[in-house]
């Protein structure tokens, strides 16, 4: 493949309008690349892990790149991105970068400065005792959370993300740390329906949910709301227009209709969705992204409903911690938890993971059908055989 090396955007003060590039999309790059990659681009024979969160690729020049990969937080202060800067200019000639789950990379080429960095990371440590900067999140372990805004920066979540997060990774960080598991476990959070996370394509997923329609504040609507806007942004065409008693414009709701999204209500701030008593978070297992050993797989839904319990909670942690667990007892090696459940069945997964199943798991929306099940094959279960002879099929 060959590369542009002239349109690469580098500005000339002597010939300002030298291979000028326009402000729109980012930089090439080609720019920010080290020097070591950029020698060697397209030439790299392998890379292995050498210990959990670190990582060596190797080329056909015999050259080496060390990544130290550290658990990062999806919002950071200034400080804390300054302390990255000032970490990746003293070990690694300022190379730095971050990855799709928030994790930090720091990149050398020199294996003593890669042993410099981690025993400088590793002392970094805030004033509970925790660290700044845990390294791991590699191979076969658990890898940093994804997860959305939260109540920080969102105006539709069903619950908070950052502490959630927080809470569920205190829990699994010797996973984070280690290589135990029989495949990556990659964990994802969405504070609601509108899913900014990937909770649709992850090994285990949390989900914010709302579980009422929104409140329709007649008032307030007609005065600061455009009503055909409101009325467009429902995916389900729940939303129609109506009169209030006093011939004010306004919009109704179908409830049976409502799927909770929050569309409406971030075009009308006169529909507000959330609610203490309705609002929870639902667990979903099994998705995942790659093609090894089996197609993606969307994730399932295997809890329903669990208590917005702040800020620790513990019911969500408990069970993210027993799927986790019965997964790597049972698992066998390289499958990821998607696999492991549709080889030993979703009902054994049920009864492995210690999970009622109710009419609330079932599909129920208007394409269900090519989700069934339509073959013969059942993997029978101690619930499942309680069924049949309550119904009288087993003698």
Same mark, same amino acid.
């Given at each position: 493949m060959a590369l542009s090396t002239e349109r690469l955007g580098l500005y000339n003060p002597q010939k300002p309008m030298e291979?000028?590039?326009?402000? &729109?999309? $980012?930089?090439?790059? =080609?720019?920010?690349? $080290?020097?070591?990659?950029?020698?060697?681009?397209?030439? =790299? &024979?392998?890379?292995?892990?050498?210990?959990?969160?670190?990582?060596?690729?190797?080329?056909?020049?015999?050259?080496?790149?060390?990544?130290?990969?550290?658990?990062?937080?999806r919002f950071m202060t200034v400080e804390n991105i300054r302390e990255i800067c000032d970490i990746a200019d003293k070990h690694c000639d300022g190379v730095v970068r971050f990855t799709t789950r928030n994790n930090i990379e720091f990149m050398t080429d020199s294996h003593d400065k890669m042993?410099?960095? *981690?025993?400088?990371?590793?002392?970094?440590?805030?004033?509970?005792?925790?660290? *700044?900067? $845990?390294?791991?999140?590699?191979?076969a372990g658990v890898t940093n959370i994804v997860h959305t805004q939260g109540y920080i920066h969102c105006h539709t979540p069903a619950t908070d993300a950052s502490s959630m997060v *927080?809470?569920?990774?205190?829990?699994?960080?010797d996973h984070f740390q280690g290589m135990k598991l029989p495949a990556q476990v990659r964990v994802s959070?969405?504070?609601?329906?509108?899913?900014?996370?990937?909770?649709?394509?992850?090994?285990?997923?949390?989900?914010?949910?709302?579980?009422?329609?929104?409140?329709v504040d007649h008032e307030v609507l007609a005065k600061v709301c455009e009503i055909p806007l409101v009325i467009a942004a429902c995916p389900t065409a729940a939303?129609?227009?109506?009169?209030?008693?006093?011939?004010?414009?306004?919009?109704?709701?179908k409830n049976e209709r409502c799927m909770f999204c929050g569309n409406c209500y971030t075009m009308c701030m006169a529909l507000p969705l959330s609610d203490y008593e309705g609002?929870?978070?639902?667990?979903?297992?099994?998705?995942?992204?790659?093609?090894?050993?089996?197609?993606?797989?969307f994730s399932k839904v295997v809890i329903p409903a669990l208590p917005n319990n702040f800020p620790r909670f513990p019911e969500?942690?408990?069970?993210?911690?027993?799927?986790?667990?019965a997964y790597a007892a049972d698992a066998n090696k390289y499958e990821r938890v998607g696999d492991w459940a549709e080889r030993i069945g979703w009902e054994k997964f049920f009864e492995k993971c210690n999970l009622p199943f109710s009419d609330h798991l079932i599909d129920d929306y208007r394409l269900q059908y090519d989700t069934y099940?339509?073959?013969?094959?059942?993997?029978?279960?101690?619930?499942? =055989?309680?069924?049949?002879?309550?119904?009288?099929?087993i003698k």
């Open positions: 291979n000028r590039l326009t402000d &729109l999309g $980012p930089r090439h790059f =080609w720019q920010y690349f $080290p020097s070591v990659i950029q020698n060697n681009y397209g030439k =790299w &024979l392998y890379h292995d892990i050498l210990e959990p969160g670190v990582l060596v690729h190797v080329a056909e020049s015999g050259d080496k790149v060390f990544t130290v990969r550290c658990g990062g937080c042993e410099a960095l *981690k025993k400088d990371l590793q002392g970094r440590k805030h004033v509970s005792g925790s660290y *700044k900067f $845990p390294i791991g999140g590699t191979g *927080k809470a569920v990774m205190d829990d699994l960080f959070m969405a504070c609601c329906l509108n899913m900014c996370g990937a909770v649709h394509c992850s090994d285990v997923a949390l989900l914010g949910y709302h579980r009422k329609p929104p409140i939303i129609s227009p109506t009169k209030t008693e006093s011939g004010q414009k306004s919009v109704k709701i609002d929870c978070v639902t667990i979903m297992a099994g998705g995942k992204v790659s093609n090894r050993i089996s197609p993606p797989k969500v942690c408990e069970s993210v911690k027993t799927i986790i667990e099940r339509t073959s013969t094959q059942f993997k029978y279960t101690d619930a499942s =055989w309680a069924v049949s002879k309550a119904i009288g099929g």
